[in-house]
């Protein structure tokens, strides 16, 4: 019987498996409640006296070598398991990794200040909320001017001084007190107005503002940046310019770009008409380049303000203005092959 145990012993020493039913199996066969061991210990009864200590040494001894061979093969499927959980499969194709989209006003803003870049403009940033010097007294509207309420402006209650910028041209107001010209900048931002919320208008909104002051500016130098935009912004160069008015220009004009009727669409966005009201321009007015310490016997400029939602809705056929504030991700979705 002892050889026979030998021979058990030299099987559990040379089994190896990787396989966790494999290991049971083995478990079962040598430890478990009918496996080899318990036959030994039953038979330990008949074993002879003499022969008695031999013989049990030799069963714990596979006992022994039995557990220790169990315990050690778990162990190593244990960590082997471990290290899969760490690194997984290194061949299996990779996940792919949902990628995001920009924005569309982002789209739109980075377009416009690329084209404006082009003929030597910088960017310029300033606060969302202002005080009342940058956002309308210095851009000549003093306090009880009526063209104040051209834009309907949210104070804060207790300063009536702080408000939140109607426009980004206090930005300007902030670029000249601190630049001497020649002034080449444009100004992207949010701007906020006190206006009921619709597809068509929103209480806070998107603008791009330009500035151009050096010596011998004209109004033709003005038509000129405009026509440039607009060919480059929608391929089109045909415009008109529309005699308007803003406090901080003068002459002020709305500007309209030709937009044709050739699509039943074109026909939908210009009203029938085939032009399109895209920006306010005009020649700085003399006051708001005083109240910002530039001569204005030496110095003229032109500015304007393009509204950043209205085109994005306009090139990518938005219906309603408040989408570009919703973050919907079905919506935002579609802007990514956008660059
Ligand atoms: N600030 C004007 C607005 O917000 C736009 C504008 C800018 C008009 C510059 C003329 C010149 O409506």
């Known amino acids: 019987m002892i050889d026979k145990i030998k021979e058990y ?10 396989d966790k039913e494999e ?15 318990n036959d030994f210990f039953a038979a330990f009864k008949s074993v002879p006296n003499g022969e008695k200590k031999e013989f049990g040494q030799a069963v714990n001894h596979l006992k022994n070598a039995a557990q220790e061979k169990v315990n050690a093969l778990k162990e190593a499927l244990e960590s082997q398991a471990d290290q899969k959980s760490i690194y997984g499969d290194l061949t299996r194709p990779a996940e792919p990794i949902p ?9 739109v803003k980075n377009q416009i200040i690329d084209i404006f870049s082009r003929i030597g403009f910088n960017v310029s940033e300033g606060p969302e909320i202002e005080d009342d010097w940058h956002n309308f007294t210095a851009l000549n509207l003093p306090e009880y001017h009526p063209a104040r309420d051209m834009q309907d402006t949210f104070f804060i209650q207790t300063d009536p001084d702080i408000l939140l910028r109607t426009h980004t041209s206090s ?10 010209p020649p002034i080449r900048t444009i100004s992207p931002g949010r701007v906020y107005r006190n206006e009921a919320i619709s597809a068509r208008s929103h209480c806070f909104f998107h603008q791009v503002e330009g500035l151009y002051i050096d010596k011998g500016v004209s109004f033709a130098d003005l038509k000129q940046t405009l026509q440039y935009f607009t060919k480059e912004m929608f391929g089109k160069s045909k ?4 005699p ?13 770009v ?7 669409s074109d026909y939908k966005i210009t009203k029938g008409t085939g032009w399109l009201e895209i920006m ?17 016997t030496e110095y003229s400029g032109f500015a304007f303000g393009i509204g950043i939602d209205r085109i994005a809705m306009l090139l990518h056929q938005i219906p309603d203005i408040r989408m570009l504030s919703e973050n919907d991700v079905r919506f935002l979705g579609q802007f990514k092959s956008v660059l």
């Open 171 to 180: 930005v300007q107001v902030r670029y000249m007190e601190e630049h001497k």
């Open 9 to 18: 012993i030299t099987e559990v020493e040379q089994f190896t498996s990787s």
């Open 99 to 107: 990628l995001g989209a920009r924005h569309p006003i982002s789209i």
């Open 23 to 37: 290991i049971e199996a083995f478990r079962i066969r040598y430890l478990g409640k009918k496996g080899v061991l």
């Open 244 to 256: 308007s008015y803003f406090p901080f220009t003068e002459p002020s004009a709305e500007v309209d």
């Open 280 to 296: 306010g321009c005009g020649m700085v007015d003399p006051n708001v380049l005083k109240n910002c310490n530039i001569d204005s």
């Open 239 to 242: 415009i008109r310019l529309r």
């Open 258 to 264: 030709y937009w044709g009727l050739e699509t039943e």
